[in-house]
């Protein structure tokens, strides 16, 4: 079993910045995928980015990409999104995933471990 746990989340003014930290413990993998998803309520999980082990394969969302840098240290466990220029619509709860395999997948099906979140508002 893998927990996840989130943090970093918080209120920012749009064109702000913050940065989110995830956690693993447990019995992690070396080997895996992680990535963040993000949810608005009303709304299903999308993908916001996606990095691979070794750190080489990165997905972004469109809504990301220029903005969100997605990161991860293996010797602390930890996985990171920096995000910058924030906008209202960067307003959701965000969740760190981990899957079993290290192919960074784009659906929220394709992970298996998933943090409780952390709500990130952004105020115009």
């Known amino acids: 079993q893998v927990q996840l746990v989130e943090s970093g989340g918080g209120l920012v003014q749009a064109g702000g910045s913050l940065r989110l930290s995830c956690v693993a413990s447990g019995r992690t993998f070396s080997w895996n995928a992680m990535a963040w998803f993000r949810q608005v309520p009303g709304q299903s999980r999308e993908i916001v980015a996606g990095?691979?082990?070794?750190?080489?394969?990165?997905y972004y969302a469109d809504s990301a990409k220029g903005r969100f840098t997605i990161s991860r240290d293996n010797a602390k466990n930890m996985v990171y999104l920096h995000m910058s220029s924030l906008k209202p619509e960067d307003t959701a709860v965000y969740y760190c995933?981990?899957?079993?395999?290290?192919?960074?997948?784009?659906?929220?099906?394709?992970?298996?471990?998933w943090g409780q979140g952390t709500q990130v508002t952004v105020s115009s």
């Open positions: 990095i691979s082990w070794s750190g080489e394969s990165l």
């Open positions: 995933v981990a899957d079993v395999y290290d192919v960074v997948g784009i659906q929220a099906s394709e992970y298996r471990y």
